[in-house]
């Protein structure tokens, strides 16, 4: 089968052809509909060797929907030809976390080597991918794989951010959402669908910002050096926003992030881009919380599947063929995509 794998540090991402895996006792073998492209990936294959907490080569893709087309033995209640999305990250199961559905903070997975699929395990940009457990599978239930497959991560961790901040973003407040990209242009939907608050994006051009608008940020402000006192100045007698969320992460909108937030504000890194925020009295205002979280829990999934069902989140998307999916990553690189790229590596 085909699959897009990243094999030598430094490289880019390349096309193979390698062995259809067979379900082990207790996997499942995904037919892949469709495969999310992020800026993670990109994040991963800018490390050094040392820095690379898996072996190559890795088969990419942490978003993933597909049709059963085999089971494990043992795997009960699955049936082969249903359409299905992939929680992706990974955990044992069995921690106080995962009892809760909080895989995403499961405090085994790093010494069980549990890794999510293309980050360490193989993933879902190739024509076949293996999914560890049955618990890791959401029915798509009549939603449409190619436009939804993205909200296993790009839709699911804006989720779990903003979730944590809705007491704060009641009427009157203000939310900011820094970088509108795949991340960022559904977070402004997600702030749109579940709060009141008024929603301020900021991107580096005014094509990401017209997406911004398009899907609902009532302003837009570049981002750049001024952007901080910018946002204020659209606040409720420049006091500031309620909640920022910063889905680039490095230390130019760090700054940004910390900068627009008022007092008791929440201040979220959800971008890794290596930025920081100093914690510490009179460094920010009085009581801002800053937190850096890591994607969301199994039942935040069915809740944001259950947004996109109700007609409250579309994913731009621009869809590609798995002989393309290079050219998507160098897109993306490039900060070319409209929304999220999306491969299709059967269709
Ligand atoms: P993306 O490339 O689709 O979007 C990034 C957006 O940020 C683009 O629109 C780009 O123009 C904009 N941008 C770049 N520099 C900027 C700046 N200085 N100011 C404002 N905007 C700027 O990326 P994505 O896939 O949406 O991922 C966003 C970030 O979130 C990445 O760092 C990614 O690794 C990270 N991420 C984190 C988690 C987590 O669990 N914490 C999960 C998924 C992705
Ligand atoms: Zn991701």
Do not use: M, S, Y
């Given at each position: 089968m085909k699959a897009v794998q990243y094999r030598t540090v430094g490289a880019a991402p390349e096309v193979v052809e390698i062995p259809k895996p067979s379900p082990r006792p207790g996997e499942i073998l995904l037919k892949v509909t469709a495969a999310g492209v992020c800026h993670s990936d990109i994040a991963v294959m800018s490390w050094t060797e040392d820095q690379l907490p898996f072996p190559l080569p890795l088969t990419l893709g942490h978003e993933g929907a597909g049709i059963v087309e085999e089971v494990g033995e043992?795997?009960?209640?699955?049936?082969?030809?249903e359409s299905v999305v992939v929680y992706g990250p990974?955990?044992?199961?069995?921690c106080s976390k995962c009892a809760q559905g909080k895989e995403n903070y499961c405090l085994y997975a790093e010494r069980l080597n549990i890794r999510p699929p293309g980050l360490?395990?193989?993933?879902?940009?190739?024509e076949y991918m293996i999914v560890d457990?049955?618990?890791?599978l959401l029915r798509l239930?009549?939603?449409d794989p190619v436009a939804t497959v993205s909200l296993t991560d790009a839709g699911l961790t804006p989720y779990h951010a903003i979730k944590r901040s809705l007491p704060k973003l009641g009427p009157g407040s203000t939310a900011v959402v820094i970088g509108t990209g795949g991340l960022g242009h559904i977070g402004i939907q997600l702030l749109r669908a579940l709060t009141p608050a008024r929603v301020i994006a900021l991107d580096v051009n005014d094509e990401k910002l017209r997406l911004a608008r398009q899907v609902g940020a009532h302003e837009v402000v570049i981002s750049d050096e001024r952007a901080a006192g910018n946002v204020r100045r659209l606040t409720p007698e420049g006091r500031g926003a309620e909640a920022v969320f910063d889905f680039v992460g490095v230390p130019p909108t760090v700054e940004t992030a910390g900068g627009c937030a008022m007092v008791e504000g929440d201040v979220t890194i959800v971008g890794i881009g290596g930025g920081s925020l100093a914690v510490g009295f009179g460094l920010q205002p009085y009581e801002t919380v800053v937190t850096a979280p890591y994607w969301g829990s199994r039942s935040e999934l069915g809740e944001v599947f259950d947004l996109a069902r109700a007609g409250s989140i579309d994913v731009h998307i621009e869809k590609y063929g798995i002989d393309e999916a290079p050219k998507a990553y160098e897109r993306l690189h490039e900060g070319k995509v409209r929304g999220r790229a999306v491969i299709l590596p059967n269709g």
């Open positions: 043992g795997v009960q209640h699955v049936e082969v030809g990974w955990g044992c199961g069995r360490g395990a193989p993933g879902a940009i190739a457990d049955a618990r890791h239930r009549g939603l």
